[in-house]
């Protein structure tokens, strides 16, 4: 695949890149089971009926501001590092289908279209790509932590990610051909504005504003489904919650977010998977560019 090879040519950055993104969602990923340590410390403290040590809550601090620092800083970085790495892909992308362009023989609006769309390459690697992995590191993470607290949590976790990778699957097929027509169209563009004729514009962005509302109508059918398997699992946990009197404030406190976090992170799924169904069939087009 074309995009394999465009981040092999630029593997230094873009591992450093990816070095930053695990450090920075590990820390995030630990912050919730040590926020919460934290809080039982502080409780213990301020209770007088439980003896305890004065300075007690001074190191679940330490650990909690350590890792709170460390997943600032490494996205800081991580964030003012990308867009040099990110920008030089793309001038080098653009270069090499112009050039491809001209020897193949493409029309003009064929090689601008191409090389308008291969920003969505570009705009892949920098940003949802590192998604990809936040959202993987934070739903393993998530059903790993909540093993600790209570197995039966993160086993409904695990299950209910079975239907969601069927429905994910099917979603992709689906909205993949949409996308193609989508670009075949795109790549027109260029050439209708030539001729210079108002009622032709108006047809195509019309054909492009429909295959659009059917790729968004798939979209808001996969996040709606999605939404439904998830209340199951808040209905679950809402069940699991009555034997959770042995669990401490704090404990709690880290079940619920790391429960908030692998929702979210689930809810994610059908956004990413747009970019990623696009970005099959443009890879299709520029491979030969490349």
Same mark, same amino acid.
């Given at each position: ?12 950055g ?11 969602n590990? $820390?995030w990923?630990l ?10 410390a ?6 007088p009926s ?11 601090l ?5 890792a709170?620092l ?8 991580r ?12 001038v ?6 112009a050039?491809?362009g ?12 191409? $090389?308008?769309l291969?920003?969505?390459y ?8 590192p ?9 393993l ?11 039966r ?13 069927i ?9 993949v ?6 670009h075949d169209?795109?790549?027109?563009i260029?050439?209708?504005?030539s001729?210079r004729k108002?009622?032709?514009?108006t047809t195509?962005?019309n054909t492009?504003?429909k295959l659009q ?20 699992i808040?209905l679950?946990v809402?069940?699991i919650?009555i ?19 692998f929702v979210?992170?689930?809810?994610y ?7 990623k ?14």
């Amino acid at each position: 695949m074309a995009l394999f090879k465009l981040i092999k040519e630029h593997k230094r950055g873009i591992s450093l890149i990816a070095f930053l993104i695990l450090v920075e969602n590990v $820390a995030w990923i630990l912050e919730p089971t040590l926020f919460g340590n934290l809080i039982d410390a502080f409780l213990q403290r301020s209770n007088p009926s439980v003896p305890s040590d004065k300075f007690a809550h001074i190191i679940p601090l330490i650990f909690w501001i350590t890792a709170y620092l460390i997943n600032s800083a490494s996205g800081t970085f991580r964030r003012r590092f990308e867009p040099r790495v990110f920008q030089k892909m793309y001038v080098q992308l653009v270069t090499k289908i112009a050039e491809a362009g001209n020897k193949l023989g493409h029309d003009t609006s064929k090689t601008v279209a191409r $090389a308008h769309l291969s920003q969505e390459y570009v705009t892949f690697v920098q940003y949802r790509i590192p998604e990809i992995a936040e959202q993987i590191i934070a739903i393993l993470g998530a059903v790993i932590a909540l093993t600790f607290f209570d197995l039966r949590i993160s086993l409904v976790c695990l299950l209910i990610s079975f239907p969601l990778i069927i429905l994910s699957s099917l979603y992709s097929k689906n909205v993949v051909k949409l996308h193609s027509e989508l670009h075949d169209t795109y790549e027109t563009i260029y050439d209708t504005f030539s001729k210079r004729k108002p009622e032709q514009v108006t047809t195509i962005y019309n054909t492009m504003a429909k295959l659009q509302e059917k790729i968004a109508t798939w979209g808001a059918a996969n996040f709606g489904i999605m939404r439904f398997v998830l209340l199951i699992i808040f209905l679950f946990v809402l069940y699991i919650a009555i034997d959770l009197d042995d669990f401490s404030l704090g404990s709690i406190y880290s079940i619920v977010a790391y429960l908030w976090t692998f929702v979210t992170s689930v809810e994610y799924i059908p956004e990413l998977l747009e970019s990623k169904t696009s970005l099959q069939d443009l890879s299709k087009r520029i491979e030969t560019d490349l």
